[in-house]
Structures are given as structure tokens and as C-alpha cells.
């Protein structure tokens, strides 16, 4: 059981590069998430889906895009890629919508724009 | 003020040693509350939930302060295995954009 799988684990992006970060989860899970985490600050929501077919931004949604493929695969695109976008990116999911079940993350995406 | 504040640390203890660390949360509405656990560059880990009545998990007890508006978590005989960075979870309303993370602290059992 995978679990929340992230595609790539690391990555060099140029300034002004475009790039897709893939996540599928194989627990049935109706919710998704893309976090953001940086050096000294808490993870940072970019955007979220409540379920198949729904998008909603997060605390940090500029910059970036999301698709909802289908319910196991959720991605992030950045467009043109800004050194202010260099993190550590976690996508998530949950088996309910309510903010109280527990997230399961994936293993990571770092990120680095130079 | 950050919404939710944690002592980064590190907090270096022996092994078997009892540690506790304190979050502070700012809004006063925060409805519920959590810890989770991430080891080195890797993914955080849902460690426990954190009820109004105080909760415990084997060697791990978590407690709210609804009044200073602050969780707590204590680790009792730590072990090795319990380095990690420990992320304090704030909810203050429903729906996912209203989870708040802390930037967490960091602990370092040492032999």
C-alpha cells in the first residue's frame, strides 16, 4: 500500500521554467492538498480539493495551478517558475472533507529556482 | 504575532529523560488541535490529537489550555527513536484552509 505517491522528489527549475508536480493516493480519499514548507516557517496550504471535480485556493495559491485529474491524482503546476517559489513541497490527502481527519503526506517534492 | 508559535529549539535531552514542549495559538476561537511528527527530510506524521480533557499515548500525554491558549505535549523515558522535529496543528474554524501549522520544535535525544 503506497499510500500518497509525489513525482519528482527533487528538481532544478531556471527562473521562468514551467514544471508539473504529480501526487496520486490509492486510499480512496475524497480530499487533496499541495503544502508548501520553508526554512522557519509551518507548512503553508497553496491549494486544496475538496472532492473530485472541485478546487480551492489555499493561504499561497499564487504562482501556481492545480488540477484535480480524476480522485487519486492532483497536480501542481507552476507556470514560470520565481526563486521565491525554491521549497519543500508535500502534497496530502484525507479521507474526509472536515478538517479534523488526518492528513497522510507524501514523501516530498524539493524544489530549488535559480 | 504568528498564529501559532512554537520554541524551534533544539531541545536536547538524554535518553529516558521527560520533555515538554509548549505551542501558543492566537485565536481564541481555534476549535481543535493537533501534533504531528516529522524526522529529517521527510513527510510530517499525525502523532496525536489533542482533546479538551488531556490525552495520553503510551509515553506521550498532550493537554489544551483553552484559558492561556496554549497546547502541551510531554514525552516521558525518551527514547532515540524520538528525534524528530514535533509540529503543533491548530484548527480555527471548519474546512481545510483554517489548519494552521507551527514551524515546530526540535528534539534531539542523545545516548
Known amino acids: 500500500n503506497a499510500g500518497v505517491t509525489q513525482t519528482p522528489k527533487f528538481q532544478v527549475l531556471k527562473t521562468g521554467q514551467s514544471m508539473t508536480l504529480q501526487c496520486a493516493q490509492d486510499?480512496?480519499?475524497?480530499?487533496m492538498y499541495w503544502y508548501r514548507q520553508d526554512p522557519g516557517m509551518g507548512l503553508r496550504l497553496i491549494y486544496y480539493s475538496a472532492s473530485e471535480g472541485t478546487t480551492d485556493k489555499g493561504e499561497v495559491p499564487n504562482g501556481y495551478n492545480v488540477s484535480r485529474l480524476n480522485k487519486r491524482e492532483f497536480s501542481l503546476r507552476l507556470e514560470s517558475a520565481a526563486p521565491s517559489q525554491t521549497s519543500v513541497y508535500f502534497c496530502?490527502?484525507?479521507?474526509?472533507?472536515?478538517?479534523?481527519?488526518?492528513?497522510?503526506f507524501g514523501n516530498g517534492t524539493r524544489l530549488t529556482v535559480t | 504575532r504568528k498564529e501559532v508559535e512554537q520554541d524551534p529549539g533544539p531541545f536536547n535531552v538524554p535518553e529516558g529523560a521527560t520533555v515538554a514542549f509548549n505551542c501558543t495559538y492566537s485565536?481564541?476561537?481555534?476549535?481543535?488541535f493537533f501534533w504531528y511528527r516529522q524526522d529529517c527530510r521527510k513527510e510530517p506524521k499525525l502523532l496525536m490529537s489533542v482533546y479538551s480533557s488531556g490525552n495520553e499515548d503510551g509515553r506521550f500525554t498532550a493537554q489544551l489550555n483553552r484559558a492561556s491558549q496554549y497546547i502541551s505535549l510531554l514525552i516521558r523515558d525518551s527514547k532515540l527513536s524520538d528525534s524528530a522535529t514535533y509540529l503543533c496543528?491548530?484548527?480555527?474554524?471548519?474546512?481545510?484552509?483554517?489548519?494552521?501549522f507551527g514551524s515546530g520544535t526540535r528534539l534531539q535525544v542523545q545516548p
Open positions: 496530502a490527502s484525507s479521507e474526509a472533507r472536515g478538517s479534523n481527519s488526518p492528513l497522510h
Open positions: 486510499m480512496n480519499h475524497n480530499s
Open positions: 485565536n481564541s476561537a481555534s476549535q481543535s
Open positions: 496543528v491548530v484548527n480555527k474554524g471548519t474546512g481545510r484552509r483554517a489548519l494552521t
